[in-house]
């Protein structure tokens, strides 16, 4: 019994890890994929962070005869923070401004997801600015937590 149960935890382990590894943070909201991103935007442009663009890929579709559940993506940034960090690798730009997307499953649940930006750190090898990591982190931990209520 005891090899049974040791078995389970260690695959159940394999897989947590595996699936956390994909540094992707989500969270349901309470609200439509529209609404959740309007709450985002208003909140992170209250906080004064620059929105680059807003992309409705459901829209995008529906102009070659595609039909996608609701799904979006808003890119918004600092550049205070984000230059930091790219003072430490270049390569970030690929990650950065921020990019989070909230979409629709089939059953109607609507989830708002991002990068971990500790997974961003691990990724560009950037070992020096756990403090910019940090606020980031903390920063849109609140921003979609916020959003999704």
Known sequence: MKTIISVLATVFLLCS????????????????????LDNLEKIVKEKGFT???????????????AN??????????????GSKLMLSNQSIGIDLPVKVLAWEDEKGTV????NDPS????????????????KMAGALK???DAAVE
């Open 111 to 114: 989830t708002l997801g991002y």
């Open 17 to 36: 890890t595996a699936w956390a590894a994909d540094g992707l943070i989500t969270k349901t909201s309470n609200h439509s994929v529209k609404q959740t």
């Open 51 to 65: 929105v680059f663009a807003r992309i409705n890929h459901g829209a995008a579709a529906m102009k070659i005869g």
């Open 68 to 81: 996608l559940r609701p799904i979006e993506v808003l890119i918004f940034g600092n550049p205070k923070l």
């Open 142 to 144: 609140k921003f979609t």
């Open 119 to 134: 997974w961003l750190a691990k990724r560009h090898a950037i070992t020096n600015r756990e403090k910019p990591f940090a």
